[in-house]
């Protein structure tokens, strides 16, 4: 029997998760199914539980289910843990195990395409929501010399660094949390935005020395160039948008469940295609 694997959102007409995945299985020659279900806003446990029933051996999660996934889950990795969201859910005989791979996808694809090391690097973290919070812990195990995280409400980055901070064994000296008016004068070497204001066109009010030399501009977001992205190319920055992290998260996903790594480039050139 081919095995059964889904992404759950809403929306999600626009997943390109499942030409993702069918690409690594033809790739890696892995009999599986992959599909988009759109679940109701109020019927995500409903709906995994009917896929669970249907014999699936695991979803992944998109916009707005991630929490509600953590939440749902019996078993956890350290990573969803620590992001306290899931984007990967596996089905075994003791329920639900919830994990979460988009930090380890952006790390990838900043290190591993884009050529970018982290480690000693000052790194800047835009925004604190649930995008912010996948990346957090898997950023900071790549050891950049500092991590700062900065939010137009200061109060969802520091919770952010306490939540981190009390999770850890030993003290985060160089994680910080700032307001985008203290950024003021500071210059980084690889800066994320992990906001959702380039959804609808909007600057971020950032200023414009953040962008070092040489400097990363990475925005989570694909399929457009947002406000930050062209900033930071104004201000002479490298700048990349999020196609190759959600390729590197479903890469992450795909060898957690088949236990095969497939390859990405071939598959982000043909998804960047479309
Ligand atoms: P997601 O799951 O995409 O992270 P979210 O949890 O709603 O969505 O978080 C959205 C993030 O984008 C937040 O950090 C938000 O800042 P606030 O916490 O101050 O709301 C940020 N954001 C959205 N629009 C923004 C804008 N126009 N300027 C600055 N930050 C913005």
Known sequence: ???KY???GNPITHSKSPLIHAAFAKQTQQALRYE????????????VQTLIEQGYKGVNVTVPFKFAAFALANQYSD???????ANTLTFNAQGIVADNTD???IVRDIEHNLRHSIIGKRVLLIGAGGAAEGVLQPLLAAQPSALVIS??????????VKKITDLSSHTLTH??????EDLQ?????IVINATSAGLSDSDLAIPNSIFAKNCLAYDMMYGRETPFMQQAKDNGAEVSDGLGMLVEQAAEAFTLWRGVRPETQAVMQDIRKL
Not at 175 to 180: M, R, S, Y
């Open 79 to 85: 990573r969803a843990t620590a992001a306290g969201a």
């Open 185 to 189: 004068g500071q210059s980084f070497d």
């Open 1 to 3: 029997m081919t095995d």
């Open 103 to 105: 930090g380890a996808g």
């Open 175 to 180: 994680l910080q949390a700032c307001t985008f």
């Open 151 to 160: 939010n137009r409400s200061v109060d969802k980055a520091q919770r952010m």
């Open 36 to 47: 988009a279900i759109l679940a109701p806003l109020d019927g995500f446990a409903a709906t």
């Open 6 to 8: 889904a992404v759950i």
